[in-house]
């Protein structure tokens, strides 16, 4: 029933969103697992129309900010404004008071626009005028950003960035799939006939099951390793929080979850390293000179740190 459920939200995007069957995976990863996603890649990939699409898909309120260097904080969470009939100020919500925000180019406003959703983030409420401002559950942050080489960018600060469960990036299609995006996008508006497969109550089903997932202790060990490694590599200047273990611990129920199973593998852990990590470290800038990146040192922590051997009995 649960398979079911999930394969069907997985087709239900594929009407939309041609070939990309790993990014909506891990989409729906970040979904199970409670948690914020960072889409990054040069412009016209189709990185809003897959959060659109996912939105639809799951029929839950949904707010869009376009991200511009004028935006303020409050064009974020909302303000205060004065009301005649009352003689008292009333609060205008914000668009954050959703359950899935698509925050599009994050990284063309200003950092203090940034800044207010950080609160949000973490603490799925925010704070104005001295009161707090509970958000509605679920509640998830769906970010695209074009890369930081690119006019008109702001780098996004590094208590921002680990705020995020996973970046991931969509990547230029094949030549079999720019085909059939043509067929489905040329003529067609596949996004404006979508419907939902799922809603609220089946999204924290879901988040509920994904905390009865098994993790074995020595799948636990092995994700504190890979933690500790991206701190003490050479090549590294910041390694990953214990945010970044908590982040692959859950990433990794979810992951086996949807792959129908109610226990980790260690092959979730190495499947989930890279998009969980890689927004989460800072290679020192003489490495990067050299040519070496973020997924460059986490291949490598990959390779040198022992795997566990933990079979379906031991769970």
Request: hydrophobic share 40%; net charge negative.
């Amino acid at each position: 029933m649960l398979n079911t459920a999930f394969n069907q939200l997985k087709d239900n995007i594929s009407k939309v969103m041609v070939g990309k069957q790993d990014v909506i995976e891990l989409l729906m990863v970040s979904l199970v697992a409670d948690g914020h996603v960072l889409i990054e890649d040069v412009p016209g990939l189709g990185k809003t129309i897959l959060a659109k699409t996912f939105a639809i898909s799951l029929n839950c309120r949904f707010s869009r900010i376009q991200f511009t260097p004028d935006l303020t904080p409050t064009d974020v969470t909302g303000f205060y404004v004065y009301s005649k009939q009352r003689d008292d100020l009333i609060f205008r919500e914000g668009p954050v008071m959703t359950n899935i925000l698509l925050a599009d180019e994050i990284n063309r406003a200003v950092p203090r626009t940034q800044a207010s959703l950080l609160e949000a983030m973490e603490e799925r409420q925010f704070t104005l005028d001295g009161q707090t401002r509970h958000l509605p559950k679920p509640f998830i942050v769906l970010a695209t950003q074009n890369p930081v080489e690119m006019e008109g960018t702001f780098l996004l600060p590094e208590a921002q960035l680990d705020r995020f469960l996973m970046k991931i990036s969509m990547g230029y299609p094949t030549t079999e799939e720019a085909v059939n995006i043509l067929l489905t996008h040329g003529n067609n508006k596949p996004l404006e006939n979508l419907g939902a497969v799922a809603n609220v109550e089946d999204i924290l089903h879901w988040q509920e099951l994904r905390s009865g997932v098994q993790v074995d202790p020595s799948i636990m060990e092995y994700i504190v390793l890979l933690i500790e490694e991206t701190r003490k590599h050479p090549a590294i200047e910041l390694g990953a929080s214990p945010r970044a273990s908590l982040a692959l611990f859950k990433s990794s129920q979810a992951l086996a979850l949807l792959r129908g199973r109610n226990y980790v593998l260690p092959d979730d852990v190495k499947f989930l390293l890279q998009p969980v990590l890689q927004h989460r470290l800072k290679v020192k800038r003489t490495e990067r000179l050299r040519g070496i990146s973020e997924n460059d040192v986490l291949q490598e922590i990959l390779n040198s740190v022992s795997i566990p051997r933990v079979t379906k009995e031991e769970q």
